[in-house]
């Protein structure tokens, strides 16, 4: 099959170039794609079967140019740079304890608040001490791993805590006891800055915590 490419181009009556695949007239100039940027295909046959129409048209958006104009970004550039930026972010963490709670029993929907700071790493989050909330400043995806020591439930037969996000339960850690060490770890991804996230009693009931310490302790790190 000869290449469309190459073919000769001939006006149509009204003084368009016909389009190579689909044959109508070439109203609007391909030049979105750097395949056929200039060529005889009109931009919807090259929508329809060039593979690289998408990463073309979104490079273009980003570094308008004139016709005959040949981005200087291709794909497999686009996707290096990709990668390179996940590799200069700054990676950030911190960890803390709970010492000695200022009040024995947390109540049904409280915070649990980490007390002591006690290492930290990077700057893309700022935790308040006061509320218990993490701010994560930039989207992200971290882990947090949780340990907390209970001694007792009034009415509920179990012990659940859960991770807000913005206000929103995004995940929860229950379980058939009362009693002990309770462990929790998530993998959260953020999309939005200044996502607040914190760790709270869900149980529907008031939590007794431990009397003596540590009480627990709290791992946040980015990935």
Not at 18 to 32: A, F, L, M, V
Not at 57 to 80: C, F, H, M, N, W
Request: hydrophobic residues 30%; contains cysteine; proline residues 7%.
């Amino acid at each position: 099959m000869p290449n469309q490419l190459n073919e000769p181009q001939t006006e149509t009556a009204d003084g368009y170039q016909p389009c190579g695949t689909c044959q109508s007239p070439i109203q609007k100039p391909n030049e979105s794609c750097d395949r056929h940027t200039g060529s005889n295909f009109c931009d919807a046959c090259c929508k329809r079967s060039c593979p690289y129409y998408a990463q073309c048209y979104l490079q273009s958006q980003k570094q308008p140019r004139t016709k005959g104009e040949v981005a200087s970004a291709r794909p497999d550039s686009i996707q290096k740079e990709h990668f390179l930026s996940l590799l200069k972010r700054e990676p950030w963490g911190a960890e803390l304890t709970l010492n000695r709670s200022k009040k024995e029993i947390l109540n049904k929907n409280d915070p649990v608040i980490f007390d002591h700071l006690e290492n930290q790493y990077g700057n893309n989050f700022i935790y308040d001490a006061a509320t218990g909330q993490f701010t994560i400043l930039e989207p992200a995806t971290f882990v947090l791993t949780w340990q907390l020591a209970i001694e007792g439930t009034y009415k509920k037969p179990f012990a659940r805590f859960a991770i807000k996000l913005n206000e929103t339960i995004a995940r929860t850690t229950a379980v058939p006891q009362t009693s002990g060490q309770i462990i929790g770890q998530s993998l959260i991804t953020t999309t939005l800055p200044n996502t607040t996230v914190y760790l709270f009693n869900d149980s529907g009931d008031d939590v007794l915590l431990s009397r003596c310490g540590p009480i627990g302790n709290l791992l946040i790190h980015s990935l």
